[in-house]
């Protein structure tokens, strides 16, 4: 019986701090109560208004983060526009926990304008997971305007990583469904098995909402992006091909 409360004592003690958010150990799902600490600071709830041709106009949730000052990586299904469904409104809520944010909070607002700041792969259909991600590039004239944002990103974007069986994988963002409502963050962290194609399979709790969230491994210092998280238990991989897309996008 002794024993028997010992490890419960252990496991009471092991859950409790699973709000240490900068934790290498946390392997269960967490909610990010403090959001003004890196990276979390900069990994984004999105809100996107769609008019849609056959259904009713309406907003939808997920979640992108910084990979520089003016740059939201996300996964492409938030932002891809069609005959059938465009984005005309995008609400960007950096490190939001409840009614708070880490940064001011942007609109990119209008069916041109919106267009003008997306960039997704150009193979990206509905449900096609090796090309699911795409980027907002935020105007210099709405940046100018805001008192608090950041000046660089917390995330790299690394061409020369290699990864390995065994690496651990983090992921954050902002679910919107099964309990959530898309105002807090959570976190999670697992051991990365299989990264041989553009795809990346996974065990995350997640939600609608979470969509566009970042994997990440930390090495070295660096918080490196490996993948998006897209569609369940699937995110899509980050590797040297599409960084180097991403980086002619934003460059051009």
Known sequence: METKHSIILV??????????ANSQTIIAL???TNTKVEPF???CKIETFRVRKFKKDRSFESTGFFIAPNVILTAAHNLYSNKLTKVVK???????????????????????????????HSKFNWNKVDFDFGIIIIPDS???RLKNWPKVSSFNLDKTYNLKK?????IAGFPANG???????????????DFSTKKISHSFHTETGNSGSPLWIENGGKKIIIGIHTYTNLATRIDKEYIELIESWINN
Do not use: C, H, W
């Not at 995008?90 to 960039?119: A, F, H, M």
């Open 41 to 43: 600071s900069q990994i």
């Open 11 to 20: 496991l009471i003690l092991i859950f409790s701090n699973y709000n240490s």
């Open 30 to 32: 967490d909610t990010i």
């Open 142 to 144: 709405i940046i100018n």
């Open 166 to 170: 065994g690496d651990t994988l983090r």
């Open 179 to 193: 309990g959530y409502d898309g105002s807090i963050m959570t976190y999670e962290a697992q051991i990365g098995k």
């Open 90 to 120: 995008i609400k960007l809520l950096p490190g939001k926990y409840k009614d708070q944010n880490s940064y001011d909070s942007i609109v990119i607002n209008g069916d041109e304008l919106s267009k003008n700041v997306i960039r997704v």
